[in-house]
């Protein structure tokens, strides 16, 4: 059978268009559960596709198939021509040309990755759960333990010159966990990504959800105040991913971004940097190129509490008279692509959490929110139930449940005090610890 790629490259090219874009994409990804040291669940799944672009009389057609036959290739290239001639005219479209900066990097995928047998894998899923169990005689249940990685290869090619490789490969591996005391029962998860399966730490995982639930018994409210916080960089993630979308120029072209996120303002603490890395191989959406073909690459967002940049596709780039910096994504073959962040995190600071609480006093640690997806991502005004400690003196004094607090993750960020170096990646969001000037806390 001829290279799919090269035979739809030169079927397409016979073809009345005015230019064309090809992606190719396979996928291969694996999924365990563990319950009581025996297999509870396992998922295998491969997938393969092509997904078409073309534009005719400045019309843009799209079109996809996850079938490699000759008949369904040259069905899908047909199927995107039909599609142009009843879309509107888009002066705007067009498509990649090559760059001479690429960074493909290997170290996306990991040998290890490729070749830990199965059994390896589930074993990972299996120690988490046995070493949670062992670490306290509080835990009781261990409600899911699992691992899963995926490996990406795409190529993609277009009409300009355009032909361009890459690959990636990820793996994570999780707990959540019950304990109980004196009737009382709390729970907690903790979870570890990495590009090689050697470099996830089970016993680590199962201990830092174990002495977190265990950590949470004997909860009790606080009387409504406002008071300083400090959002473990957990929570922090969360409130960061509230308003990342504001940061791409797509959403602001289309109005569903926050007006104050424009270029050149002042909106946050001079401590606050965010970057956004599509090269970074800590974070999720780590890749070579973006959904386009343009390299992938670190852009600062944010700098000294001022935003220095949006995140641009091609074609909003355009809108904007901008240069793409690497943000156009695909969700997979199946739809064509758009614009979001790619690795979006938080620089890191120099203090630790400990320094962090003596440098509040008295306030209140947040170590987990409960409704941040009700939060409104234009105007970033939230009201969530938390829970976390209260902070006296510097220390802990007790946990803290049954809690909310409210305000808006803009102001949030534009009085932060202090920046931790607690930086940890969940996803593609990464985040550090931050303390932050007084909140509305509503409890008893």
């Known amino acids: 059978m001829p290279d799919i790629m090269d035979y739809a490259k030169t079927f397409i090219s016979k073809q009345r268009v005015d230019s064309w874009e090809i992606f190719l994409t396979t996928s291969q990804s694996f999924r365990v559960e563990v319950k009581g040291s025996v297999v509870d669940s396992l998922q295998r799944s491969n997938l393969k596709g092509m997904a078409v672009r073309v534009i005719k009389d400045y019309r843009p057609g799209f079109s996809f198939s996850s079938s490699s036959e000759i008949q369904n290739i040259e069905k899908t290239i047909i199927d995107a021509l039909d599609i142009a001639t009843v879309m509107p005219r888009d002066d705007s479209a067009s498509f990649t040309k090559p760059y001479s900066d690429y960074e493909l990097k290997p170290g996306l995928l990991k040998d290890h990755l490729l070749v830990m047998p199965e059994r390896d894998k589930i074993e ?87 002495r977190r639930a265990i950590g949470a018994l004997g909860g009790v409210p606080i009387k409504s105040d406002r008071m300083p916080v400090i959002l473990e960089n957990t929570t922090a993630a969360g409130f960061l991913g509230v308003i990342s979308n504001s940061f791409v120029a797509e959403n602001h072209f289309k109005k569903t971004a926050s007006p104050l996120i424009t270029r050149g303002a002042r909106l946050f603490s001079e401590k606050l940097g965010i970057i956004d890395d599509g090269m970074d191989e800590r974070g999720e959406l780590a890749f070579g190129f973006d959904g386009e073909g343009a390299p992938a690459q670190k852009t ?115 009085k932060l005090i202090e920046v931790g170096n607690d930086f940890q990646y969940f996803g593609n969001i990464g985040a550090c610890s931050l303390l932050c000037e007084p909140v509305s806390v509503s409890g008893s």
């Not at 943000?327 to 614009?339: D, H, K, L, V």
């Open 124 to 210: 990972i899923a299996r120690i988490i759960e046995n070493e949670a169990y062992a670490f306290d005689k509080r835990i009781s249940i261990a409600r899911t333990s699992g691992y899963v990685d995926s490996i990406t290869h795409v190529r993609m090619a277009n009409s300009f010159g355009l032909d361009i490789s890459g690959q990636s490969g990820i793996c994570s591996a999780w707990v959540e966990l019950m304990a109980e005391e004196s009737g009382e029962q709390e729970t907690s998860y903790w979870y570890d990504q990495n590009r090689d399966p050697l470099g996830i730490d089970p016993r680590q995982i199962a201990r830092k959800a174990a």
């Open 300 to 414: 600062v967002v944010v700098e000294g509490g001022e935003v220095r940049s949006w995140l641009y596709d091609r074609y909003y780039g355009a809108k904007f008279s901008q240069p793409s910096t690497g943000n156009s994504r695909r969700a997979g073959f199946e739809s064509p692509p758009t614009s979001g962040i790619t690795n979006f995190f938080i620089e890191p600071g120099k203090l630790t959490l400990d320094q962090m609480m003596k440098v509040m006093s008295n306030g209140l640690l947040i170590t987990e929110v409960m409704g941040l997806h009700t939060a409104n991502p234009v105007s970033g005004d939230f009201s969530v139930g938390a829970s976390g400690f209260r902070i006296s003196n510097g220390t802990i004094e007790h946990p803290v449940r049954g809690i909310a607090i409210a305000g808006n993750v803009i102001d949030l960020f534009g």
